[in-house]
């Protein structure tokens, strides 16, 4: 079985205006969302408590709220988490309260709700202070991230692939932030990793395609450079999706089994890497082109003689 | 051409082996236990004792053992269910903690692993699960530097008063303004003179001099750099070490105190729930005092016998021998600014330096003119119950405030002596910044999600492996399933927490590993349909992949480090494992899959074709 019967290579560089269009279009639109909507922090970030408690039986928010209301927190928000029986209650940091005491007065007043007795499953805690660092901490792990993969890029290749393989996965970045801003779904730690990871991932991505630009630059001596972009894409296609998809099996799989902890590190992911699959492809490849990358510079006279043995 | 050196086949070989043992530990599960530890900073557990008396106990009360181990702070014994375990906890606590209101012992229940005692012997251990998968609390502290400068620079404010009025010089008031001490001088003369006492007797202190009016003169001082550092060190060891002390109170098995950047320090606690408790404890105070003690001859039987003579009370001495001391109290710990042990100048004997603020020295000068050949007892209050931490003899007038206390002390003893001192109270306030507590059924789903992700994950992959690169894609599988193995065998080995974001990158590195096996199976696929016989093309296949291999994985390598050096919490435990898994992938999909395609194709002389599944070319139909 061959899923892949490719029999002259496809010409994706002729569209790629075509694409770079839509790129900047779903990035333009991400970054509106981002700057309109904003991502909705988790409290690692913001600052906080967040209690989750969970009831044998279904119980009702309203009294719940009420009591909350009544012993001081009239900010707390209670909501349903993953089930009717689990509660998840987020109570903002302010000047006046001893934040330390907060999950046990929320305890508390849970119990003195009537109704079904509340069971403490997480309590999360987060000072002002740390909220802003990590925050800082996030950005300068996107910056060391960035910087590392030209560094090497640049080193292993060329400048010009360095700067477009970064250039196409930043976008793969921004479109992420840019879901994660429409949908208002929760930005926590775990998913500032995936996005991290998911970065370096597709980076990956583009690198397998130019290891195949460089060497087909070597081999094949007559052709052009989009023809030389379109051999290495359709050559390495297949792979790329076998790739992605073994990933995403298992991306998927701690959607479906994960529960709510690493539903949107999961979520995260996916987008990554079906954005991935797009960019390292269809944004990376046509701006190395742009950036004018030629047979020259891989041709180094002595290296030619060796090639030639193969 | 496609055989591996036997040295390689045997290198490769003996690393699965050591992969297969070291994640052996993590199938046997855990087993009830309960562990003996010390409750007492005074109180070094002798482990060998220890065990003897624990195996002593049961006996005596006919409950069977499973084994008993110990380590340099416990003994655990384990039982075969938790029955017996709590059994065995109340007969321990017994033996060991008679008077139930003062323990000198920790006795609380723990889990062990399993596994048999020889791979415990090898450091074989099973992976360390984060509280986020085993249930407990999570607290951050953070340290109030400013706070501990302002207590330090009042109290040098006190010390300055008490130089001038020594040296007799004149000031016109001496006050801590922000972060310096203002002296005020009517005269230059004056503050020459006091300018030359202060520099005489301390060098923490930088002085400026700035005039505000002619009759106005100041001396402003402020901490060196140096002293700064140092105090902020002080401050933060002397915490933790309290902390340690108090944590031992909740009957914790393994709790988790440490440092995290300048002044923060991580406290976890196990299987704990009572968040409400565990923050009072961590809140109190202990208290230092010095009295002196009662030497009177027959005083000490007398009080044995059940009458304490008036104005006396009855201490333990460390090591046992009760000791009657008055009172009185000379002097409290406030007094103490530091205490860090050291040699005697003239005999080379282990001691400990104290050192006093200008107030204590002064008390201690006057009690010690008055009190040589007698004994001085330093107590330690902790929840109320005191301990002759130590008691020596004055052999002479004690000024300026540095005491020595030697004699009859090992090294060992003067440092946990030096800790002692300084653990009767916090340094510097704390507030907790960061609290996570999660449930202990919440830690047990967290597991089995986390591990079903992964179990149908991976399921997943190996049948879509099989089913579209045949053989050679059960070869890929087969590796995939080593790189799993060797990196469940690397984090048990480092100890490395395991948390639910962990098992997630666990997920994540495998769905990520199987990249490098696509890429040599489609270049070995690749090879064929360019005409190139079955061997050549795995050859060539594995050659030519490896270029990108390393390549790719060097950039997510890149990303992986990043997050391990900036992550913090939730994202450090995914980051270790990224990377770690990024590691074990390169070599297993590499190495493992190649051996074993050599075991199959590269002893023939002759293969007519692959099993790598079908491979079309565009020039049949």
Redesign the interface.
Known sequence: ??FF???KDIPFMRHALVFNVISLLTFALAVFFLLTRGLHLSV?FTGGTLV?V?YAQAPQLEPIREALAGSGYPDAQVQNFGSARDLLIRLPNREDLE???V??TVMNTLQQVGGPAP?????????P??GKE?AA??S???L??IV??MI??AL?FEWRFAVSAIIANLHDVIIILGFFAFFQWEF???V??AV??V???S???S??VF?RVRETFKKKRHMTTPQVLDHAIT??I??TV??H??????????L????E??YY??LA?TIGICFGIYSSVLVASPLVMWLGVSREQFIKPKKEKEEAVV | MNRYPLWKNLLIGLVLLWGLIYTLPNFYGEVPAVQVSSAKATLKLDTAATTDRIAGALKAAGIENTGIFSDATSVRARFKDTETQLRAKDVIEQTFNPDAADPSYVVALNLLSASPSWLTSIQALPMYLGLDLRGGVHFLLEVDMPGALVKRLDSTTGDLRTLMRDKSVRHAGITREGNTVVIRFRDAAQREAGRRAILDSTTDLQLVERDDAADDLKLVATLTPQAQQTMRDFAIKQNITTLHNRINELGVAEPVIQQQGAERIVVQLPGVQDVAKAKDILGRTATLEVRMVDDTPGAIEQALAGSVPFGTELYNERGGSPLLVKKQVVLTGDRLTDAQPGFDGQTNEPAVHLTLDAAGARIFRDVTRESVGKRMAILLFEKGKGEVVTAPVIRSEIGGGRVQISGRMSTVEANDVALLLRAGSLAAPMEIIEERTVGPSLGAENIAKGFNSTLWGFLAIVVFMCGYYLLVGLVSSIALAANLLLLVALLSLLQATLTLPGIAAMALTLGMAIDSNVLINERIREELRNGASPQAAIAAGYDRAWDTILDSNITTLIAGIALLVFGSGPVRGFAVVHCLGILTSMFSAILVSRMLINFIYGRRRKVESLSIGQVWKPDTK
């Open positions: 079985m061959e019967r490719i029999k690692e989750e969970s934040t330390s005491r999950s046990e069971e403490l499953r997480r309590v999360e805690f987060v000072g202070q740390v990590l901490d996030g300068m792990a996107l060391l991230v590392g993969i090497y890029l292993r926590s730690l775990p500032l990793a991290l990871a970065l370096g991932y980076v990956n991505e690198v397998v290891d050559s390495t297949s792979r076998i790739t998809g073994s990933t995403q099996v298992m991306v998927l799989s701690m479906l089994f994960g529960g902890t690493l590190f999961a992911l």
